[in-house]
């Protein structure tokens, strides 16, 4: 199918493979950080996600709206989320101090325990699946080619 057919510009034989090893290969390790972080510390990789993120901030706090477009979540999926991670008390919801209207999402003492236990194996896992299997060129190579695509898909959504 490599043969443009009309308006579409079918994939080459590389460009397949490239598609389908980085799909496949995506699915994997986040099943395999996903299974390692749940196996060592009973968290799933989304919810650490919104840990580090929360983390990341000053307070250890953000509004739910960034929180969910930093996570690349909807919302409504977000609220879920944090209404489940509240529940196990790793983070809570409060007014914005800044502004009344909105709601942020924030770490609790728990959070940044769990956080702190999880982070040690999460990043040994991140490199053991991912990073120590590439050549420092490309790793860098790897952050460019993303960056450019994150880039891209951030402009269609604006």
């Not at 749940?38 to 968290?43: F, G, N, R, T």
């Not at 000053?58 to 996570?71: I, K, V």
């Not at 609790?108 to 120590?132: F, M, W």
Request: charged share 30%.
């Amino acid at each position: 199918m490599a043969e443009a057919t009309g308006s579409v510009r079918w994939l080459s034989e590389t460009e397949m493979t490239a598609w389908r090893a980085y799909i496949v290969s995506t699915l994997k390790l986040r099943q395999r950080l996903h299974r390692e972080l749940v196996e060592q510390h009973d968290v799933s990789l989304i919810d650490y996600e919104v840990l580090v993120c929360l983390s990341s901030m000053p307070d250890n706090r953000m509004r739910m709206s960034e929180l969910a477009t930093m996570l690349g979540s909807t919302k409504s999926r977000l609220s879920h989320q944090v209404g489940r991670m509240e529940d196990a008390g790793y983070v809570r919801r409060v007014k914005d101090p800044e502004d009344r209207r909105g709601v942020t999402a924030e770490l609790t003492e728990k959070g940044v325990q769990l956080l702190s236990r999880a982070a040690p194996s999460h990043v040994a896992g991140v490199r053991a699946h991912l990073i120590d299997l590439l050549t420092t060129e490309e790793q860098v190579m790897m952050g460019e080619a993303f960056t450019r695509v994150l880039d891209h898909l951030q402009e269609l959504d604006d």
